[in-house]
């Protein structure tokens, strides 16, 4: 998030229920259960999160669903272990571009750079993408 506009890096979800740790549970990225109209969802509440929390750069959340509920459980400001994985899985140096983000470059730089795709994000890949 550049104060402007969110990046979502990635939509990663989790295989076992909420509850357990995300060191020990499986994910799958792109997520497999979850439609459009869930991932605009998460990707509203990411963006309102970041807005208010005032970040520039990385924020990761994790978000519970269940029916159609939307839970927070919670919101780092900062990297964690998910942001190497979803840089690999979705060939997005991430970290560098959240680098470059805290420092008062833009996404639409980083896009015009070539550092970020120039359409798109982690929360549109095709549904028939590989999964990591």
Excluded: W
Excluded at 26 to 42: E, H, N, Q, S, V
Excluded at 105 to 118: D, N, Y
């Amino acid at each position: 998030y550049d104060g402007t506009e969110l990046y979502l890096g990635g939509v990663m979800e989790h295989i076992e229920e909420a509850g357990i740790h995300s060191g020990d549970s499986a994910c799958a990225l792109p997520p497999i259960t979850l439609g459009g109209f869930d991932i605009k969802r998460l990707r509203a509440s990411t963006e309102g999160i970041a807005k208010g929390v005032g970040v520039l750069g990385l924020i990761n959340i994790q978000f519970a669903l269940s029916g159609d509920i939307l839970y927070v459980l919670e919101a780092n400001p900062r990297a964690s272990r998910t942001v190497p994985f979803t840089s690999k899985a979705t060939a997005v140096p991430l970290a560098k571009a959240a680098a470059r983000i805290s420092l008062g470059s833009t996404i639409a730089e980083l896009r015009a750079e070539g550092l970020l795709p120039k359409t798109g994000d982690g929360g549109t890949l095709p549904l028939d993408a590989p999964i990591s």
